[in-house]
């Protein structure tokens, strides 16, 4: 499992919000860095991994049991 720099936390969000949320705050980060997301809105588990592919970010894990995504900003 990967140390996160950061987590965001989106629980009781819908999405498209923590896809926002990411959005908006993985910029901030340095490159490199690992910014977990909870989300659990179940839709996240397709979104946050499809913004990634879109965005050139690193989707690093998804851990179903806790409804955390960790994304590495690549860029």
Request: with cysteine; glycine share 2%; hydrophobic share 45%.
């Given at each position: 499992m990967t140390d996160p720099t950061e987590v965001l936390?989106?629980?009781?969000?819908?999405?498209?919000?923590?896809?926002?949320?990411?959005?908006?705050?993985?910029?901030?980060?340095p490159v490199?860095?690992?910014?977990?997301?909870?989300?659990?809105?179940?839709?996240?588990?397709v979104d946050i991994p499809a913004w990634c592919r879109m965005r050139a970010q690193e989707f690093v894990a998804a851990h179903p049991d806790t409804t955390a995504y960790d994304v590495r900003r690549t860029h």
């Amino acid at each position: 499992m990967t140390d996160p720099t950061e987590v965001l936390d989106c629980r009781g969000q819908r999405c498209p919000l923590p896809v926002i949320a990411l959005a908006r705050r993985l910029p901030e980060l340095p490159v490199g860095a690992v910014l977990r997301v909870l989300a659990d809105d179940p839709a996240a588990a397709v979104d946050i991994p499809a913004w990634c592919r879109m965005r050139a970010q690193e989707f690093v894990a998804a851990h179903p049991d806790t409804t955390a995504y960790d994304v590495r900003r690549t860029h």
